[in-house]
């Protein structure tokens, strides 16, 4: 065998290895975890995008893809390797999720130069929950004016207040498969029993009363809606008034029926005394004063 061949090929393989091949890994690392809302691993993999920012000015932008969950990841995100207040903007990003809140890690005189160098979990958000918007709506009833307020994952168009029906109705558009949202009001615009419906359809929304205001939660599908809530407090008190009419208004009737029946006889009794001082001569004859 030829010793000094293989040394001498020992040594250009080691020296192109060094030359061309990849940079040892830094000495130092941080470790990432990713959870959803409820503290749930999510599953990998995860982008992390990653922007460096000396003096506001943007000196790189790169991403790191994680496969695992935790994960350590190499960073050389010290000084010298990196100018004194280099700051470090991490975000979090998965298709089907929000993106995670940044992260700021500052590179200072005192950041170890090995090692760990921090530890962060980044929450991500499904789409459906991170979208939710809180509104407020002003509505006038009686000259007084009233605060309505909506927590969505809808756009939430409108609101108007039917003063005349004594109603509220909701206008809103929900661009993905389901959505909800919790109408809030207080009761001094109007009190239970409420009647709801979605789309001149009746539901039945969850209610919730804290102190003086009250909460409905209406969930639905895809697509434009609409949505009425009408008290029935005073639609009571209406139909109960109408139903008292309806008795006054029959006790008369047949109280006027009565009387014309007893007219009726009354009318019969004098046509028959007519008829009997024609045969007798005379209205003081025994037989017509007997009738």
């Not at 250009?12 to 959870?35: R, S």
């Amino acid at each position: 065998m030829n010793y000094p061949v293989l040394i001498i090929f020992a040594v250009l393989i080691f020296g192109l290895n060094t030359a061309y091949g990849l940079p040892p890994p830094p000495p130092t690392n941080f470790v990432v975890t990713i959870t959803d809302e409820s503290n749930q691993p999510i599953q990998m993999p995860v982008s992390l995008q990653i922007t460096e920012i000396l003096d506001g000015e943007t000196l790189l932008s790169y991403g790191i893809d994680l496969f695992e969950n935790p994960q350590t990841v190499s960073a050389g995100w010290y000084a010298p390797s990196r100018a004194e207040n280099t700051e470090i903007h991490i975000v979090a990003v998965k298709q089907g999720y929000a993106n995670s809140d940044e992260f700021v890690f500052t590179v200072t005189s005192q950041t170890p130069t090995e090692g760990k160098l921090f530890d962060h979990t980044f929450v991500l958000k499904t789409e459906e929950t991170s979208k939710v918007i809180e509104k407020e709506f002003k509505v006038t009833s009686n000259d007084k004016s009233y605060t309505l307020t909506t927590k969505s994952s809808s756009n939430v168009e409108s609101i108007q207040f039917v003063e005349k029906e004594n109603s509220v109705l909701m206008v809103l558009d929900e661009d993905s498969a389901t959505g909800f949202t919790d109408l809030s009001f207080p009761t001094s615009l109007f009190s239970p029993p409420f009647r709801t419906l979605l789309d001149d359809v009746t539901v039945f929304p969850s209610e919730e009363k804290t102190g003086k205001t009250t909460v409905l939660h209406f969930e639905y599908s895809n697509g434009l809606h609409t949505v009425r809530v009408v008290s029935q407090a005073a639609t009571t008190t209406t139909e109960g008034n109408l139903e008292s009419e309806f008795e006054v208004k029959t006790v008369k009737e047949e109280s006027e029926t009565t009387t014309t029946t007893t007219t009726t006889t009354a009318d019969d009794k004098g046509g028959g005394c007519l008829i009997a001082t024609a045969a007798f001569g005379s209205e003081i004859a025994p037989q017509v004063q007997f009738l």
